[in-house]
């Protein structure tokens, strides 16, 4: 027997997998369900994975497999997600495959010291789930996004794990709390949380063994934003 909110989780996990391939983010999931942090979510998802609903996939970001859905759970979507209806029956995996694929530059990993447009290489291209660039507020051309590889584990909090490929669309702000490509002292390109703060601007990573950094506005330059996450299995 599920709670209230595990099952609202569970069919707002479903319902991300089968519309853009992969799971919500935990911030993703926390504002859905009017929690107020994310050890909420953690409880839930652990939960769901005691109960045999849900499977963490080891070493992968935002990795989550529904292994099954509560008795009575019919196949249309919750109100939460308006995109189009479900098929009628759920396959066991959900993959991340798309139809409709988009090509974008993969400009390499991203590491401390090296600012993102040395990264870039012209020859090395991504394919991705158009989904992903849809599911980003207004419409964009696919030359607006890049891809970047992930060095490290600063970010590994947000489901975000060394080697992983994210989306990034270009952009020179973003609202505070977004997951951001910055740019220090025009050298050292990293991805971070963003929050603005009085008389600074501080780069928050998701690994509590890596403290948050402030530095004075001049010093930090918005690259992009995070918009999606693609993961090869």
């Not at 919750?78 to 139809?99: E, I, V």
Request: glycine share 8%.
């Amino acid at each position: 027997m599920l709670t209230r909110k595990q099952k609202e989780l569970l069919l707002l996990i479903r319902d991300r997998l089968t519309a853009e391939g992969v799971p919500p983010s935990f911030d993703e999931m926390k504002e859905a369900l009017g929690l107020r942090s994310k050890s909420g979510i953690h409880r839930l998802v652990t939960g769901l994975e005691e109960r045999g609903f849900l499977k963490r996939l080891p070493h992968r970001a935002r990795a989550l497999e529904i292994l099954r859905l509560p008795e009575g759970t019919d196949g249309k979507k919750t109100s939460r997600n308006k995109r189009s209806s479900l098929p009628d029956a759920m396959p066991n995996r959900m993959s991340a495959a798309n139809a409709n694929s988009v090509s974008l530059p993969l400009y390499g990993r991203i590491a401390a010291g090296t600012p993102i447009e040395a990264l870039r290489d012209p020859d090395t291209h991504i394919d991705v789930p158009a989904a992903l660039l849809a599911s980003s507020k207004g419409k964009r051309a696919p030359d607006e996004y890049y891809a970047l590889e992930i060095s490290g584990d600063s970010m590994i909090e947000a489901g975000i794990l060394d080697g992983d490929r994210v989306i990034i669309r270009k952009a020179d702000s973003c609202e505070n709390g977004a997951i951001v490509v910055a740019l220090v002292d025009k050298e050292e390109a990293t991805l971070k949380y963003l929050e603005r703060r009085e008389g600074g601007v501080a780069l928050i990573p998701a690994n509590a063994r890596y403290e948050t950094r402030v530095f004075t506005p001049g010093r930090v330059e918005v690259q992009g934003k995070l918009v999606g996450l693609v993961r090869q299995y």
